[in-house]
């Protein structure tokens, strides 16, 4: 069979893209033929019959038989080194590589400027004299043009920083120097530059190296030099910084809000003068910012409110009732401001720069609506996710007339977080919203977000899972928050009672140090005020706390169990030769100090004072009373567990009145 005419096939492929290219009404230039390597076309972008003034270079590739892949995913199409280098490298303008696929009448094209392996190829092999170019199958026109004129404005960008790069130092200097425009060309270069470092700490940040990014950070933000814009921009970077670096404990809790609102204030005060545009982010920063806060502190006070329903505290629960009431009142407000300020944001010129801004209030609002749903206010929790989900469309509605495809795979994923139900209008409308976003790996960073939300937004948890100590801590430095306790200040005493027995709700750090180290709550040495606060927040852990060592019976009473183990610690441990670490990673759990309490009975039912010895004590001896005495009634101890006093150095009864007794008595020392 006689092998077509590849003239005849360039003239099919060449009709197909003049055709395609009249059809959306750019200009189409055909070069002289032997002018340049790979120049077939120059092509003129028009809007709505007017010149942008972009134009780029197209080098087409017509076959009757082009050499797709096995899977179909690209086509290899073969170029001459020479001629690869002219259009990755040498030539100053935008090109782009066509291959017209002339029997199914299709064109597919490619960026050689941008692509890397082809780019690495020309670098490194010197002795090739050609090298191919992989053009996928998904850049079919006409489907992805917009995507292709995207790809051509941003390779203006490219080659400008390629050129520049190219300059000379002495060049530089001394065509900015000449220039009437140079001042503004030195502070433009720093605003970029300085974005560069700001991008440089975004990756530190994601490194998990946050003192690093903090330099950078900062650097920006103190610099006299740095433009009110690039210190903006450098605030809300270390917002990101600051939020990452928090522990899982502090992720969702009062130090993270603190976060919000300081960055929301920093915005305030530096654009106090200006510029309008950052001005009016910083306004919605900070209403997003309020209501974070009031929305987190309702959560709190539902908390609170949660631990009192079976409680008989009838006064403490009349006063929930009316502080609660104060909280969402006072969060209606705070939404319907920032609603008005999106609503505002309409006849102002700065939409486009604000979508981000808009979505600031998802997270509060997510956190409020879930709180109104375990409630039961189902309708009340419908109507504030009305226009919260009105906000995430304006947001990606602006995003996509701008081509910004972060801002509007960030729109999708904050509506997929307003509904805990997969089938509801606002995850639907994501799913598909986050589908049609043009860059790959945006799309499917945004797709694989809101797939993976049901995993922690999700109710089906079985009733059995218990809830992680860290989030019981958490929970209570909500309902602490909320009822007004500043957990930051030390100079409050009361807010300093409720943090330490926050903290010793958790005691990994102590009893990690030993495995014959157990922990109990004493009966007695507390204040009112410990009881009173004990009794708000149904924290435990508010009162004395005891050490004992369970192989020589040491004890050590004290409301702070850091500073109880510290004396425990220098009077014992550090000179026992039996000290015996847990194994790495080991962690406190309820379910672990129900065993111990079972194992432990002497200490949950005997005296829990302390024993002043100034030297260590041996183990506890056999009983020694005549026929298993209590060395304090003289009674038999039967089956009655018998327990030892390191002080008294004897045995004695868990009897209600030897008890008592032995918590009474005088101690040495």
């Known amino acids: 069979m006689k092998r077509p005419d590849q003239h005849a096939t360039d003239k099919k492929g060449q009709a197909l893209l003049i055709a395609f290219f009249a059809e959306i009404g750019w200009e189409v230039i055909p070069m002289p033929s032997g002018s340049d390597y790979g120049r077939d076309f120059e092509i003129e972008v028009f809007r709505e019959q007017k010149t942008t003034g972009i134009t780029f270079s197209v080098q087409l590739k017509s076959s009757e038989s082009p050499a797709y892949s096995a899977t179909g995913k690209f086509l290899s199409v073969p170029l001459e080194v020479p001629n690869a280098r002219y259009l990755a490298i040498e030539l100053e303008m935008p090109s782009i590589l066509i291959q017209a696929d002339v029997p199914k009448q299709k064109l597919y094209w490619a960026a050689p400027q941008t692509d890397p392996e082809l780019l690495k190829t020309l670098a490194t092999r010197q002795d090739v004299q050609s090298c191919t170019v992989r053009i996928p199958t998904a850049n079919e026109l006409p489907a992805t043009q917009v995507a292709m004129l995207d790809t051509v404005t941003g390779l203006l960008t490219v080659l400008a920083t390629r050129k520049l790069a190219q300059t000379t130092t002495r060049e530089f200097v001394s065509a900015t120097t000449a220039s009437p425009e140079g001042a503004r060309i030195r502070n ?116 609170n409110w949660k631990a009192h329903a079976s409680t008989g505290d009838l006064w403490w629960r009349a006063e929930l009732r009316v502080k609660r009431a104060e909280s969402r009142n006072r969060i209606g407000r705070k939404l319907e401001q920032f609603l008005r300020l999106v609503r505002l944001s309409a006849k102002t010129p700065y939409q486009s720069a604000l979508p981000l801004a808009f979505l600031r209030i998802v997270d509060g609002g997510a956190t409020f609506i879930n709180r109104l749903e375990l409630e039961g ?259 038999a101890f039967d089956d009655s567990p018998a327990w030892w006093c390191g002080s008294c150095q004897t045995w004695f009864c868990e009897r209600s009145e030897c008890v008592e007794k032995h918590e009474e008595h005088p101690f040495p020392g």
């Open 188 to 303: 433009e270069m720093r605003d970029k530059l300085e974005a560069l470092d700001m991008m440089e700490a975004q990756a530190l940040t994601a490194s998990g190296d946050f003192d690093a990014a903090r330099g950078a950070i900062q650097a920006v933000i103190n610099s006299p030099a740095s433009s009110r814009e690039s210190k903006f921009f450098a605030l809300l970077v270390e917002e990101k910084n600051e939020r990452l670096s928090l522990n899982e404990a502090d992720r969702f809790g009062q130090k993270h809000t603190d976060v919000i609102l300081e960055t929301a204030a920093k915005l305030r005060t530096l654009t106090r003068k200006g510029p309008p545009t950052l001005k009016f982010y910083s306004l919605l920063a900070q209403a997003a910012a309020d209501f974070y806060s009031l929305a987190r502190e309702d959560w709190g006070l539902y908390q």
């Open 377 to 635: 206010y189902d309708k009340a929790a419908a109507s504030i996710r009305n226009s919260i989900f009105q906000v995430c469309k304006l947001a990606a509605h602006i995003s996509a007339l701008y081509s910004m495809d972060n801002e509007r795979a960030r729109a999708a994923v904050s509506a997929a977080l307003l509904s805990r139900d997969r089938s509801a209008e606002c995850v639907t409308w994501a799913q598909s919203e986050a589908g049609q976003i043009a860059e790959k790996v945006t799309r499917e960073w945004a797709l694989g977000t809101i797939a993976g939300q049901p995993d922690s937004l999700g109710d089906n948890i079985p009733d059995d899972e218990p809830v992680p100590v860290a989030m019981e801590q958490q929970i209570y430095r909500n309902m602490a928050n909320a009822l007004g306790y500043d957990l930051a200040d030390v100079n409050n005493p009361f807010s300093e009672m409720v943090r330490v027995g926050i903290d010793d709700f958790d005691p990994t750090r102590v009893l990690q140090d030993c495995e014959h180290m157990f922990l109990t709550l004493g009966r007695q040495g507390h204040t009112i005020f410990h009881s009173m606060l004990a009794e708000q927040l149904q924290l435990p852990t508010m009162g004395p706390k005891v050490l004992h060592c369970t192989l020589y019976k040491y004890t050590r009473v004290g409301m702070s169990l850091d500073e109880t183990y510290e004396r425990f610690k220098r009077d014992y441990c550090d000179k026992c030769p039996d000290r015996s670490p847990r194994e790495v990673g080991w962690q406190y759990t309820h379910k672990w100090q129900l065993g111990q309490n079972a194992l432990n009975k002497e200490f949950m039912d005997g005296p829990r004072s302390p024993t002043y010895d100034r030297k260590p004590l041996g183990p506890a001896p056999s009983i020694p009373m005549p026929e298993g005495t209590c060395a304090a009634c003289g009674l």
